[in-house]
């Protein structure tokens, strides 16, 4: 376990390898609970979602689902960095 420092303005920078412990890179979000005892916890802000949710992206218009030739055409753009 290491020391932090808490700057003039009450800040605290956490060391890279305590980021990539929890999970997370630069533009990451993070939680901050505070514990009853005076202890804090954080972590990653990880999005609740459901497994449903990945299912209707592959939905077009009027309900017709991608066939696999189109979800790999989009797969391959996406790879080239195209949208």
């Known amino acids: 376990m290491g020391t932090l420092t808490v700057t003039a303005k ?5 060391r890279k390898d305590l980021l990539e412990h929890i999970g997370v ?3 990451d979000k993070i939680v901050v609970d505070k514990l009853p ?3 804090i916890e954080v972590r990653a802000d990880r999005p609740a979602g459901k497994i449903s ?3 209707n ?4 218009p009027k ?3 991608l066939s696999i030739g189109e979800i790999n055409k989009i797969a391959a753009r996406g790879w080239a ?3």
């Not at 009450?10 to 956490?14: E, M, P, R």
């Not at 992206?57 to 077009?60: G, I, T, V």
């Open 10 to 14: 009450g800040q605290v920078t956490l």
């Open 53 to 55: 949710d990945a299912f």
């Open 25 to 27: 890179q630069p533009g």
């Open 57 to 60: 992206f592959l939905k077009r």
């Open 37 to 39: 005892d005076g202890r």
């Open 81 to 83: 960095g195209k949208k």
């Open 63 to 65: 309900g017709r689902t």
